[in-house]
């Protein structure tokens, strides 16, 4: 390599920095990244303690990595350079064939024992049943399709563990399990399908007593087939086909209340908008919320009952709406008074504390349900 050569490619190398660098300068700064489904840092106000104590330089880097010209397009490269490789795992998840799965880590501090503890104790104040409705994730149900030798923690020994509360159990485990072999979860995204929140819901129903619902009973509505879910955020595997998402519970003669901004307003069971967002998730029930209620005045006198819910509870309780005359989803998340207190306040006749696994053992707001 002679030297005229050197400093020619040492030169293009510099002016490629130095263009990106222009860009960036230029380029007005993005406020959230839809491929990612997350807000991007912005520009960090200066100050000299911030330097001081290095809060300014961790914060610069994220700005500049956050806001870096292209960064879509570097992220699905950087994926595809790694699959190329021979690389399974990004960021997380799984590349298992056409599907994504997310790797479940084993919880920290010991927050899932701490969590079954906060439950016991919600269902010692609680005058109404309450049932642990624990679900499995895919990591779980499809564990044949993640690449050999991956790691992920062992969900359906926690089921075993949390048994031993000796509260009733909704078996999700042995509902999904028995329908492994359906396009029970998405591809790319971490929640169930309606298909498989539709079984999820025949689950409660049978450890509640109450009659099975029937696939017949129901004409699913396709809604989308451009859905890129978080697990496609996440991964920065972007060359999946998209997932299809459907609607199967129509609307008519249910009555839903939202308590999204802290007063009751009227709310909707499916909120269509989302559909042309990258959150298309949230289009059940409109996505997270402190508290919802829906009513089903065609069932009057069959019961109330309470889920303390995550987002898996969104495709579910409209399912729940075919046998109850009201569905209460409290999110311990957002909603700050105690549990047995607005069960009792409503006359709840079964309470389900329904949970992703995933999310029940990292979530440190179960601690609400002790008070």
């Given at each position: 390599?002679?030297?005229?050569?050197?400093r020619?490619?040492?030169?293009?190398f510099?002016l490629?920095?130095?263009?990106?660098?222009?860009?960036?300068?230029?380029?007005?700064?993005?406020?959230?990244?839809?491929?990612?489904?997350?807000?991007?840092?912005?520009?960090?106000?200066?100050?000299?303690?911030?330097?001081?104590?290095?809060?300014?330089?961790?914060?610069?880097?994220?700005?500049?990595?956050?806001?870096?010209?292209?960064?879509?397009?570097?992220?699905?490269?950087?994926?595809?350079?790694?699959?190329?490789?021979?690389?399974?795992?990004?960021?997380?998840?799984?590349?298992?064939?056409?599907?994504?799965?997310?790797?479940?880590?084993?919880?920290?501090?010991?927050?899932d024992?701490?969590?079954?503890?906060?439950?016991?104790?919600?269902?010692?104040?609680?005058?109404?049943?309450?049932?642990?409705?624990?679900?499995?994730?895919a990591?779980?149900i499809?564990?044949?399709?993640?690449?050999?030798?991956?790691?992920?923690?062992?969900?359906?020994?926690?089921?075993?563990?949390?048994?031993?509360?000796?509260?009733?159990?909704?078996?999700?485990?042995?509902?999904?399990?028995?329908?492994?072999?359906?396009?029970?979860?998405?591809?790319?995204?971490?929640?169930?399908?309606?298909?498989?929140?539709?079984?999820?819901?025949?689950?409660?129903?049978?450890?509640?007593?109450?009659?099975?619902?029937?696939?017949?009973?129901?004409?699913?509505?396709?809604?989308?087939?451009?859905?890129?879910?978080?697990?496609?955020?996440?991964?920065?595997?972007?060359?999946?086909?998209?997932?299809?998402?459907?609607?199967?519970?129509?609307?008519?003669?249910?009555?839903?209340?939202?308590?999204?901004?802290?007063?009751?307003?009227?709310?909707?069971?499916?909120?269509?908008?989302y559909?042309?967002?990258?959150?298309?998730?949230?289009?059940?029930?409109?996505?997270?919320?402190p508290?919802?209620?829906?009513?089903?005045?065609?069932?009057?006198?069959?019961?109330?009952?309470?889920?303390?819910?995550?987002?898996?509870?969104?495709?579910?309780?409209?399912?729940?709406?075919?046998?109850?005359?009201?569905?209460?989803?409290?999110?311990?998340?957002?909603?700050?008074?105690?549990?047995?207190?607005?069960?009792?306040?409503?006359?709840?006749?079964?309470?389900?504390?329904?949970?992703?696994?995933?999310?029940?053992?990292?979530?440190?707001?179960?601690?609400?349900?002790?008070?």
């Amino acid at each position: 390599m002679t030297k005229a050569y050197s400093r020619f490619v040492t030169a293009l190398f510099c002016l490629f920095l130095g263009g990106l660098l222009v860009w960036h300068v230029l380029l007005p700064n993005r406020d959230r990244s839809e491929v990612e489904n997350r807000t991007l840092a912005q520009k960090p106000e200066f100050s000299w303690q911030a330097l001081k104590d290095g809060t300014y330089t961790a914060a610069v880097e994220e700005y500049v990595a956050d806001q870096f010209p292209l960064r879509d397009q570097w992220t699905g490269l950087k994926a595809r350079t790694e699959q190329l490789i021979g690389k399974h795992l990004f960021n997380g998840v799984y590349l298992c064939g056409d599907t994504l799965i997310s790797k479940v880590d084993a919880p920290a501090d010991g927050l899932d024992e701490k969590n079954l503890s906060y439950v016991a104790q919600l269902a010692e104040k609680t005058q109404a049943p309450v049932y642990l409705g624990l679900i499995p994730s895919a990591a779980e149900i499809w564990s044949d399709l993640l690449p050999d030798g991956a790691e992920s923690w062992d969900q359906a020994a926690f089921l075993d563990r949390a048994a031993e509360l000796g509260l009733p159990m909704v078996d999700f485990l042995g509902a999904l399990s028995a329908h492994a072999d359906e396009p029970i979860f998405y591809r790319t995204d971490h929640h169930w399908t309606t298909l498989g929140a539709f079984y999820g819901a025949n689950a409660v129903l049978e450890a509640v007593g109450k009659e099975p619902l029937s696939q017949d009973d129901f004409t699913p509505e396709t809604v989308t087939e451009d859905f890129n879910g978080t697990l496609y955020s996440t991964s920065g595997i972007h060359w999946l086909t998209p997932d299809t998402m459907e609607f199967w519970v129509e609307d008519t003669g249910l009555d839903i209340t939202t308590w999204r901004s802290g007063s009751p307003q009227p709310g909707t069971l499916y909120d269509r908008s989302y559909l042309e967002k990258k959150d298309k998730y949230s289009a059940f029930l409109g996505g997270n919320q402190p508290l919802c209620v829906i009513r089903n005045e065609a069932l009057a006198g069959q019961g109330k009952i309470l889920l303390i819910r995550d987002s898996y509870s969104d495709a579910l309780a409209p399912f729940l709406a075919q046998r109850f005359e009201e569905v209460h989803l409290l999110d311990a998340r957002y909603y700050r008074a105690p549990a047995s207190q607005y069960a009792a306040e409503n006359d709840i006749d079964a309470v389900v504390v329904l949970q992703s696994i995933p999310n029940f053992i990292t979530d440190r707001n179960m601690v609400l349900l002790s008070q």
